[in-house]
């Protein structure tokens, strides 16, 4: 197996070392793991490529590349520089340092990455860790991810194969995200809808610099806040590691015939 492995929080970060663990179990030893990963972190960029401007790639070891851009440059440079002309198995994404649960599904660059691997036809999976009071100041937060990443993965896996994750259109992805617990207290594995915190939203926080200008710092909402019972955030933070299949198509088909009703028939 062929595997290509990116994240957000940048080349250096901890979370790709799991990966890179997790990774090569299910490689094995005849199989390929490369990374591609952003130089920097980018964090929040979503599924931004840069459009506009050129992404330097630099070679830093055996099949090991950073690349100035976002995780979605870094999938899009491992399909068509890096591995052109070699058949990628699975893209990997991650493991961040914290969820991507909820609505921080929708500011991910982990999740970035995996929609383009799926956009370029490919097996895609994002991985998360959700840190909390349980697992930020253990040896390693990282654990129950490191412990269970590559079983959860390989069952993910197994249902896509078997599904219609091959069907024509937009090709599912999975967001996985392991529970803010030791991995001693992980109950398990369960598949189920992207959640939302109720009146938790991002916001911007000003700062002044010594030189009095002013800055805006991006701010998060609170991550224990309720959630409905059986969404991903509730699961996880109920000690499950959760998975939830998504695709790119962002349309709301249940409105669409009542949206339809509404606007009447127009000739053109």
Not at 65 to 84: F, M, T
Not at 90 to 113: D, I
Not at 229 to 251: C, F, H, K, Q, Y
């Amino acid at each position: 197996m062929r595997i290509l492995i990116t994240n957000d929080d940048g080349i250096n970060a901890p979370g790709l070392k799991v990966l890179e663990a997790i990774a090569g179990d299910l490689a094995g030893p005849d199989g390929e793991v490369w990374t591609v990963a952003p130089a920097f972190e980018q964090s929040g960029v979503a599924h931004c490529i840069s459009y506009a401007h050129p992404t330097m790639i630099s070679e830093l070891g055996t099949r090991r590349y950073a690349a100035e851009g976002s995780p979605a440059d870094c999938v899009l440079a491992g399909v068509h520089d890096v591995l052109l002309g070699h058949p990628i198995d699975l893209v990997l994404s991650g493991v961040n340092r914290g969820n991507n649960s909820a609505e921080n599904a929708l500011y991910s660059g982990t999740l970035g990455g995996a929609l383009e691997g799926a956009l370029q036809g490919l097996r895609a999976i994002a991985l998360s860790q959700y840190l909390g009071p349980r697992n930020n100041h253990i040896d390693d937060p990282f654990e129950a991810a490191a412990r269970f990443g590559a079983e959860t993965v390989r069952r993910v896996l197994d249902f896509d194969a078997a599904s219609s994750g091959n069907e024509p259109g937009y090709r599912l992805f999975y967001n996985v995200n392991f529970p803010p617990v030791p991995a001693a207290e992980v109950k398990g594995l369960k598949a189920c809808p992207q959640g939302i915190r109720e009146n938790t939203r991002f916001s911007v926080e000003a700062q002044l610099s010594p030189s009095k200008r002013r800055f805006l710092w991006a701010k998060g909402g609170d991550q224990r806040a309720p959630v409905a019972a059986g969404t991903d955030a509730a699961l996880n933070l109920a000690g499950w590691i959760s998975v939830t299949p998504m695709r790119a198509d962002l349309t709301c088909h249940a409105s669409v015939s009542a949206l339809q009703a509404s606007l009447g028939t127009t000739d053109a």
